[in-house]
T-cell receptor, first 114, second 111 residues
Framework: GENVEQHPSTLSVQEGDSAVIKCTYSDSASNYFPWYKQELGKRPQLIID?????GEKKDQRIAVTLNKTAKHFSLHITETQPEDSAVYFCAASIGNQAGTALIFGKGTTLSVSS | GAGVSQSPSNKVTEKGKDVELRCDPI?????LYWYRQRLGQGLEFLIY????????KSGLPSDRFSAERTGESVSTLTIQRTQQEDSAVYLCASSSGRIIHFGNGTRLTVT
């Protein structure tokens, strides 16, 4: 079945720096890759997603890149702010239809210090 | 409703007892998911319902775990003979397409 690896498990940056989180997946049929942000004690919230027919997607300070050949995708946060501090999860779809079950990485705890 | 609703929000039970967790998905969402999140850990897939198709139960950790869904509405996750390692937050999510929306979860503590 699908296996998603996420690195690093923790990441500490200074306010204004960039943060990069990387994930790899195993199922070549996966074609949907969302990223979720989970603040302490709250539910995971979708922040950005990408489908396999696109190599990069940007939304203000966050961007996601996808390399289907290598089966890895990354989250990039620029100009980090303290409110970016949270746990970030990558995920990959099982099968080849968006909206099917997601397998999540183990998460990255991002700490942004001011 | 405004979002995915889960009840109870907290549940404390004694080892060996059965528990039922409830999830009300967003109206109209055909897909429903259960995930488990142990303290400080990632989201562990348990089970997935899509419309009237047979559910994907591949993530259920043992036969003590089961889930049902009535049509495209409420789902219940049942854990029989609870063990201390079952202590976790159980998150339900639903979707009508690409975006999965999570509930606030049920925090289960097995003493």
């Amino acid at each position: 079945g699908e296996n998603v690896e996420q690195h690093p498990s923790t990441l500490s940056v200074q306010e204004g720096d960039s943060a990069v989180i990387k994930c790899t997946y195993s199922d070549s049929a996966s074609n949907y890759f969302p990223w979720y942000k989970q603040e302490l004690g709250k539910r995971p919230q979708l922040i950005i997603d990408i489908r396999s027919n696109v190599g990069e997607k940007k939304d203000q300070r966050i961007a996601v890149t996808l390399n289907k050949t290598a089966k890895h995708f990354s989250l990039h946060i620029t100009e980090t702010q303290p409110e970016d501090s949270a746990v970030y999860f990558c995920a990959a779809s099982i099968g080849n239809q968006a909206g099917t079950a997601l397998i999540f990485g183990k998460g990255t705890t991002l700490s942004v210090s001011s | 409703g405004a979002g995915v609703s889960q009840s109870p929000s907290n549940k404390v039970t004694e080892k060996g007892k059965d528990v039922e967790l409830r999830c009300d998905p967003i109206s109209g969402h055909t897909a429903l998911y259960w995930y488990r999140q142990r303290l400080g850990q990632g989201l562990e897939f348990l089970i997935y319902f899509q419309g009237n198709s047979a559910p994907d139960k591949s993530g259920l950790p043992s036969d003590r775990f089961s889930a049902e869904r009535t049509g495209e509405s409420v789902s219940t996750l049942t854990i029989q003979r609870t063990q201390q390692e079952d202590s976790a937050v159980y998150l339900c999510a639903s979707s009508s397409g690409r975006i999965i929306h999570f509930g606030n979860g049920t925090r289960l503590t097995v003493t």
